[in-house]
Each structure stands twice: as C-alpha cells, then as structure tokens.
C-alpha cells in the first residue's frame, strides 16, 4: 500500500514539473557572416513540456532589416518528455537597411518570441536572445580607392592610317545598308502579285462554297464561314475575316441570311 501511495505521489510530482517546465526558446543564424544577397538560415527551436498541445504554439521571429526569401518551414517532433517545435527560414540582406556603408557591420535581429497554452497554467511566453549577423561589403574600401578612373581624356592625334580606316568603315556600312534596302523592296513588290495570284482563286472557291451552305445545315454553314475568315485574314481583309470568325464560332445557329450577307462581302474583297 506505501508503494502505490509512493507512486501515486511521484506520478504527480512529474507532471506538476513538466507541467511548471519553462519554456526554452533558442534561436541562431547560419552563416554568422555574410555579404548582400546571400542567404542565410534562421532558425528558432523552441521545447516544451509534452504535454501541451502543439496546435497552441506560435512562434514569432521576425528577421528586422533582413527578407524573407522563402517561405518559413515548421517541424515538430518529440525527444523524451520534451516537444520540441523548429521554425525555419531563409533571409537575405536586400535594402538599403541592412547594407554596409563603411567596411562590414553587425546587424541585430529582433528576439524571437514563443507564446503556447500551458495545461493548468493558460498562456506563457518564452523569449530567445537576440541574434546578430555580421553583414560585409563584397569590394573592400582600399580596392575602390586604388581603382584606376575609367574615363581619361584623349591628347594625342591619331595617325594617318587610323584616319583612313574610321573613313572607309562608315562607307562600307552605308553600302551595305543601301543593298539591303533594296533587297526588302524587291520582296515588297514581289510578293503581293504571288499572293494575289493564290488569294483570288482561293477567296472564290471559299465564297460559293459559303453561299451554297446557306441552303444545308448548321455545321456546314459554320465550316464555311470559318474558311472565308482564314482566307480573308491571309489575304489583308481583317474586318471581313472577323465577321466570318465570329458567325463560324458564334453560340446560336448562323442563319441563312447572314450567310449569303457575308459571302457578298468577302467577295467584294477580292475585286
């Protein structure tokens, strides 16, 4: 019987500890030195009693100067009588906040706070110490001062050959940009007799075959209508292949009015 009193006793004892366990919030930076842009993991691990229920548990670790360039990852798992909840994320140092001006400089982030709901004890905070990350410059100040200036006036005159060379280039361009132009224009009066020369006995063919659907059923009216848009979108007759595009396309049933319409319009374009 003084056993299972003694038991009894100690089963309480533990959880009336667990349940009084602090909450243990730490957090740390990785790389601790760094130059703008790269990135850096910043993790809060925070433990507490197995007890409580992880669904309660927030964590707050704000990244100050430094941005977010991901979205923050959380795991939880248990080790012992412990649950212990990690928070992860990956920042960078991206403005002018954060960004060294003189040589490399320390940049201090705000103390990641944990608030969870403790069994018998409501809501508890825990807070980590706060972390800093040493933010360097990429190009060193002696580097800039010692750089060479870019710009430099020229005194000297250029030789006689030099002369003749930047003379000849210009004309060499100007020549073969002047055949150029003219082998554009040859394609440009060319090509219009090759299409029109198809564009004619195609538009013809398409323009009978719609006035003939305009007597047979919907779906013939519709292939019709949408061979006439294709032909008279190739041949420059942009308003009239719209209108066979739409009427090929449209919800309700093409009439045959509006057939025979549109046949006499796509046949006016190829007058």
């Known amino acids: 019987m003084k056993l299972l009193i003694l038991g009894l006793i100690g089963g309480l004892l533990a959880v009336g500890a667990a349940q009084a366990a602090p909450i243990r919030v730490q957090a740390e930076a990785q790389p601790g030195k760094v130059g703008i842009g790269d990135p850096v993991r910043y993790a809060v691990v925070a433990r507490f009693p197995r007890t409580v229920d992880a669904a309660s548990i927030r964590i707050f670790a704000d990244a100050g100067p430094l941005v977010p360039t991901g979205p923050a990852r959380r795991t939880q798992r248990i080790e012992g009588s412990a649950l212990v909840v990690t928070l992860v994320q990956r920042v960078a140092c991206l403005d002018l906040a954060c960004a060294p001006t003189q040589g490399a400089h320390g940049v201090r982030l705000p103390a990641a706070r944990v608030v969870a ?153 190829g007058r």
């Open 117 to 269: 709901e403790l069994p018998g004890r409501g809501a508890k905070t825990g807070r980590a110490d706060p972390v800093s990350i040493v933010i360097a410059p990429r190009v060193s100040g002696a580097d800039v001062r010692a750089a060479t200036p870019p710009y430099r006036q020229q005194t000297a005159l250029p030789g006689a050959g030099g002369r003749a060379g930047r003379l000849v280039t210009p004309l060499v361009v100007a020549a073969a940009a002047f055949v150029l132009v003219a082998a554009l224009l040859a394609v440009l009066v060319l090509r219009p007799r090759s299409t029109a020369s198809r564009y004619e006995p195609e538009l013809a063919r398409a323009v009978r075959l719609l006035r003939e659907s305009a007597a047979r059923p919907v779906s013939d009216r519709r292939r019709a209508a949408d061979l006439v848009a294709r032909i008279t979108g190739a041949g420059g007759a942009p308003s009239v292949a719209d209108d066979a595009s739409r009427l090929a396309w449209s919800e309700s049933s093409p009439k045959p009015e509006g057939t025979v319409a549109l046949a006499e319009r796509a046949e006016g374009t």
